[in-house]
């Protein structure tokens, strides 16, 4: 399937930082359907970027519309800030949506978001109460007046919702929630360092890795001490990825064709061999083992602690 075509119907603003949009199929008619914890990969200037898709409700099969929370990120590489621009009746390039971030409704459920986190977390949280099954979901943010939707959501899961603010005495006890975990799923999306954090409290409290879903709400970024290095690939060709630049970036520059969905190092998607080299893993989709390992890795985010990779990429 090619790339949707759709037209804004409607912009919300919720903070003053996010807001909601919500997209019409271009002409009317019906979108693809799609399950709770979906996102859509929209065109912005350049590039694209991927929006998770909110519904309050059990999705439809053939929706007409489909509704994006985004938050606009004054510092960011522009995509926030033009999702922003677009005004109702604009024009937007979408692909059908995608689900690497699915809940499983047979089980409990915990649900914890960190800020703009809480978009696919919202669907979920739906899918498990029209399931009937027993779920809690977690919504930490700095204070009130940046997290959005939070009223609506504590009207439709009642006690099932808990509100964390880290200037108020509700502050997110990552020990507690993790600790009454018992036997249910935990499903975690926001920032990196809640990621990392619930992991490592996961691990430690001998939660088991397949009882632990995870998906990231920002780009890796460039860190203290990044230095340009090589990658290698089948070939034999040699290509230099600069400070600020993903692998993948550069291999497309040189029209060579990797898979790829995420850009964030949370869908597994751009996963390939390291034949040789050290790579400086950012992800958040290995086990520690698979990282050690070092034989494996995530070309969309993670870089390289030795002066070269070697990667089973074909050049075709």
Same mark, same amino acid.
């Given at each position: ?36 914890? &979906? ?16 519904? !309050? ?10 509704? $994006? ?5 004054? &510092? ?15 024009? %937007?390039? !979408? ?11 047979? %089980? ?9 986190? !809480? ?45 964390? =603010? ?16 018992? +036997? ?13 954090? &619930?992991?490592?409290?996961?691990? +430690? ?8 879903? =995870? ?32 692998? $993948?970036?550069?291999l497309e520059e040189h029209d060579i064709d990797v898979m790829y969905d995420c850009q964030r190092g949370d869908c597994g998607i ?14 958040? %989709?290995?086990?520690? &083992? ?22 089973d990429i074909d050049g075709e």
């Amino acid at each position: 399937m090619g790339k949707l075509r759709g037209v804004v119907t409607q912009i919300t603003p919720l903070t003053d930082r996010i807001s909601s949009l919500t997209i019409a199929a271009t002409g009317g008619g019906v979108l693809p359907g799609w399950a709770a914890g &979906a996102h859509a990969v929209f065109d912005v200037p350049g590039s694209t970027r991927a929006y998770s898709l909110v519904a !309050f409700d059990v999705v439809p099969a053939a929706p007409e519309s489909y509704r $994006i929370a985004v938050q606009r990120e004054d &510092a960011g590489q522009g995509g926030s800030r033009a999702m922003h621009g677009l005004a109702v009746g604009d024009d %937007v390039l !979408f692909e059908a949506p995608k689900n690497s971030f699915a809940v499983e409704t047979q %089980v409990p459920a915990v649900l914890l978001a960190g800020g703009i986190g !809480f978009t696919p977390l919202i669907s979920m949280a739906a899918a498990l109460r029209a399931a009937r099954q027993e779920y809690a979901f977690h919504y930490a943010g700095r204070s009130a007046d940046v997290m959005a939707y939070s009223d609506e959501l504590a009207a439709g899961h009642g006690a099932a919702f808990h509100l964390h =603010f880290d200037d108020g005495d509700s502050a997110l006890d990552l020990d507690r929630v993790i600790g009454g975990l018992g +036997a249910a799923h935990l499903y975690v999306c926001g920032p990196r360092g809640m990621l990392d954090a &619930a992991r490592a409290k996961a691990a +430690a409290a001998g939660v088991p890795e397949a009882h632990v879903h =995870f998906e990231l709400f920002e780009a890796a970024g460039a860190e203290h001490g990044d230095s340009a290095f090589e990658v290698e690939i089948n070939d034999g060709r040699v290509f230099t990825v600069p400070v600020g630049h993903s692998i $993948i970036e550069v291999l497309e520059e040189h029209d060579i064709d990797v898979m790829y969905d995420c850009q964030r190092g949370d869908c597994g998607i751009c996963q390939c061999d390291v034949l040789d080299g050290i790579p400086d893993h950012r992800d958040v %989709v290995l086990s520690e &083992a698979e990282r050690a390992a070092g034989d494996v890795m995530q070309i969309c985010v993670s870089r390289a602690k030795s002066a070269r990779l070697v990667l089973d990429i074909d050049g075709e």
